[in-house]
């Protein structure tokens, strides 16, 4: 099993930027993927991007790209997702989630951050 904890979270204005990171602990594969998800009060919880212990290559998806980055430090078995020119409409509870490679889903995920962008 993987554990993983997130943090940075907290509350910022409109514009502003917050840098999120999750740290993975556990034993994990070098095909393993790790991806950032977000969920809104009353929504779905929907995938912002993710990335593989051995790819430099992350993926975000394009309602987000202009703004987010996710990226990795292998060595601090650490992943991030910076996200910039905030706004209201991302505030949310931020997840890390890891896919094993012989899985076909996310089974293990941390207990979230709290994004909040103020207007």
């Known amino acids: 099993q993987v554990r993983l904890l997130e943090s940075g979270g907290g509350l910022v204005q409109a514009g502003g930027s917050l840098k999120l990171s999750c740290l993975a602990s556990?034993?994990?594969?070098?095909?393993?993927?790790m991806g950032w998800f977000r969920q809104a009060p009353g929504k779905d919880r929907e995938l912002v991007g993710h990335?593989?212990?051995?790819?430099?290559?992350?993926y975000v998806t394009d309602s987000v790209k202009d703004r987010f980055a996710i990226s990795k430090d292998n060595a601090k078995n650490t992943v991030y997702l910076e996200m910039n020119r905030l706004k209201p409409e991302d505030t949310a509870t931020y997840y890390c989630?890891?896919?094993?490679?012989?899985?076909?889903?996310?089974?293990?995920w941390g207990q979230g951050t709290q994004v909040t962008v103020s207007s």
């Open positions: 989630g890891c896919k094993r490679s012989y899985r076909p889903q996310y089974d293990d």
């Open positions: 556990g034993r994990m594969l070098p095909s393993d993927t």
């Open positions: 990335i593989r212990w051995n790819d430099d290559s992350p």
